[in-house]
């Protein structure tokens, strides 16, 4: 089994930053790439942010220069800094990773539950 965690979603004033972290355990062999979604209130789940393991990224239009996304030291960790958040921002964001178990199985995506992030004066 695999499981993926976020943690760090929360409310913040226009302008203000949260930083997200996702920790993927269980049977892992490996992580391909590693994602962050969102999915705003009668909106359908947009991607955010992706890291591929040799680290190249890519980012929606709407927060190029404002969000970044890395992996942590064990690589079984991704992070999603947000500054200069707007009230558009507020969403539920999912974790998303690409994972094998054992050598030269096929990649599964899985899912985390989703954090709340909540921008609002």
């Known amino acids: 089994q695999v499981q993926l965690v976020e943690s760090g979603g929360g409310l913040v004033q226009p302008g203000g930053s949260l930083r997200l972290s996702c920790t993927a355990s269980?049977?892992?062999?490996?992580?391909?790439?590693m994602e962050w979604y969102r999915q705003a209130p009668g909106k359908e789940r947009e991607l955010v942010a992706a890291?591929?393991?040799?680290?190249?990224?890519n980012y929606a239009d709407s927060v190029k220069g404002r969000f970044t996304i890395s992996r942590g030291d064990a690589k079984n960790t991704v992070h999603l800094q947000m500054d200069s958040l707007k009230p558009e921002d507020t969403a539920v964001y999912y974790c998303?990773?690409?994972?094998?178990?054992?050598?030269?199985?096929?990649?599964?995506?899985?899912w985390g539950r989703g954090t709340q992030v909540t921008v609002s004066s």
């Open positions: 890291i591929a393991t040799a680290g190249s990224t």
């Open positions: 269980g049977s892992i062999f490996e992580i391909n790439k």
């Open positions: 998303y990773a690409a994972i094998r178990s054992r050598a030269y199985a096929t990649y599964f995506g899985y």
